[in-house]
């Protein structure tokens, strides 16, 4: 009568309450795609809070401007496909694997670094490839 409606549960582990916190940060897909990449950058990875897994990437020490603004714009790009591989399995029906996802960040950075830094030769189609080319830069 009164359409009210108690807390989600989660689309994809039907385990836990469907809050921010568990969307882009405690849940398992989402630990491991933060885990690939702070590990692959040399951040300490942590199952914690959404920005402190922010603040851990944009705070981290780096030399070069191209490290800078990947580092920026990494934590931006993981909460946007987790965003995204969500409400595709919500609303579409489609459910995309980490590895996808990891691979879907990393093309997107990979575009953006284009954009971003023209005079950067062509980036290799592999991550730790991408991180070998940008560490002289």
Excluded at 11 to 21: P, W
Excluded at 59 to 75: H, I, S
Excluded at 88 to 101: C, L, N, P, T, Y
């Amino acid at each position: 009568k009164f359409q009210v409606h108690g807390p989600s549960k989660c689309q994809c582990c039907s385990a836990q309450l469907e809050t921010v916190q568990h969307i882009f940060s405690t849940y398992q897909f989402a630990n491991s795609t933060w885990e690939f990449f702070e590990k692959s950058l040399g951040i300490s990875s942590s199952f914690g809070a959404i920005l402190s897994r922010c603040y851990k990437c944009w705070l981290f020490p780096v030399k070069g401007r191209v490290q800078r603004w990947l580092l920026r714009t990494l934590p931006l790009l993981i909460l946007w496909f987790l965003w995204r591989t969500r409400n595709m399995s919500r609303f579409e029906g489609h459910s995309i694997s980490a590895k996808q996802v990891r691979y879907l960040i990393f093309n997107e950075l990979r575009l953006l670094i284009h954009v971003q830094f023209p005079d950067i030769a062509i980036l290799p189609f592999h991550w730790a490839g991408v991180l070998d080319s940008l560490t002289s830069v």
